[in-house]
T-cell receptor, first 111, second 111 residues
């Protein structure tokens, strides 16, 4: 098992550019989520999904879109990047009521 | 709403010292409680968890007890090592799958 994988590891964007952060898991987990990690604020939930075709908003969803067409993949889209979206992004997955597994993170810098 | 408050860092200790990182929570009902650890450049890893009052989670010499009367889940270790240097996150999860994290506490252990 590769667990939870994320690409890219690091990305620099200019304000207004768009990009997609990829996340995949091979554990057949129904629940997947995206967090952002900022200094002094811990992890904040952006969006989550309880299964293919079902997504919902977390604490800080503005500026981000998600979709879940398969159980394995849960991409996060930034439609028009802003400097406030400079952060480290973590994808996570888990089975029902199980342990949450995190990916290695994507460090994003928006200039 | 549900939230977690943990002691601010950074915490610096000498090897073999006793560690306590305080964590208190606010939640309706009966959440599950977690401690995650993040080593430099990596994602979060589950350290230990407790799912009901008076449960004690333990792993790698760390332990924490779910105290409902004080709404706390303090992390302790009797003798820290240099390899324990990391950022520690307290978290809770309610039945609706939503996890809430504390801000994180950075621990540095010096030889």
């Amino acid at each position: 098992n590769a667990g939870v994988t994320q690409t890219p590891k690091f990305q620099v964007l200019k304000t207004g550019q768009s990009m997609t952060l990829q996340c995949a898991q091979d554990m057949n987990h129904e629940y997947m989520s995206w967090y952002r990690q900022d200094p002094g604020m811990g992890l904040r939930l952006i969006h989550y999904s309880v299964g293919a075709g079902i997504t919902d908003q977390g604490e800080v969803p503005n500026g981000y879109n998600v979709s879940r067409s398969t159980t394995e993949d849960f991409p996060l889209r930034l439609l028009s990047a802003a400097p406030s979206q400079t952060s480290v992004y973590f994808c996570a997955s888990r089975g029902y009521r199980g342990t949450q597994y995190f990916g290695p993170g994507t460090r994003l810098l928006v200039l | 709403g549900n939230s977690v408050t943990q002691m601010e860092g950074p915490v610096t200790l000498s090897e073999e010292a006793f560690l306590t990182i305080n964590c208190t929570y606010t939640a309706t009902g009966y959440p599950s409680l977690f401690w995650y650890v993040q080593y430099p450049g990596e994602g979060l890893q589950l350290l230990l968890k407790a799912t009901k009052a008076d449960d004690k989670g333990s792993n790698k010499g760390f332990e924490a007890t779910y105290r409902k009367e004080t709404t706390s889940f303090h992390l302790e270790k009797g003798s820290v090592q240099v390899s324990d240097s990391a950022v520690y996150f307290c978290a809770l999860r309610r039945d609706n799958n939503d996890m809430r994290f504390g801000a994180g506490t950075r621990l540095t252990v010096k030889p």
